[in-house]
Nanobody
Framework: QVQLVESGGGLVQPGGSLRLSCAAS????????MGWFRRAPGKEREFVSA????????YYADSVKGRFTISKDNTQNRRYLQMNNLKPEDTAIYYC???????????????????WGQGTQVTVSS
């Protein structure tokens, strides 16, 4: 089992920045990749970004490219999502997820991930 705990959400003005953190514990040796998803009110959960646990390769949704950066700190088993130039449409609950056998074909699909955090609210508003 893998446990994931997100932190770092909050209220920020448009154009501002936030950094989300995801702490992993448990059977982390089994993790292949970790990702971030978000769910806006009234919408489906959507892919934001992912990072390979082993080689650090990163992937982004087109809507966040150039604004969001995913990174890792293996010494603390943490993954981060740095979010810059935030827009009102970025308002959502952000979820951290871990995959045991992620592939390119499943990377952006919630079903490709095996473990989920509880989510952290990000609100972008003036």
């Amino acid at each position: 089992q893998v446990q994931l705990v997100e932190s770092g959400g909050g209220l920020v003005q448009p154009g501002g920045s936030l950094r989300l953190s995801c702490a992993a514990s448990g059977s982390i040796f089994s993790i292949n990749a970790m990702g971030w998803f978000r769910r806006a009110p009234g919408k489906e959960r959507e892919f934001v970004s992912a990072i390979s646990w082993s080689n650090g390769r990163t992937y982004y949704a087109d809507s966040v490219k150039g604004r969001f950066t995913i990174s890792k700190d293996n010494t603390q088993n943490r993954r981060y999502l740095q979010m810059n130039n935030l827009k009102p449409e970025d308002t959502a609950i952000y979820y951290c997820a871990a995959a045991l056998h992620l592939t390119m074909s499943t990377m952006a699909a919630p079903g490709g991930y095996d473990y989920w955090g509880q989510g952290t609210q990000v609100t972008v508003s003036s």
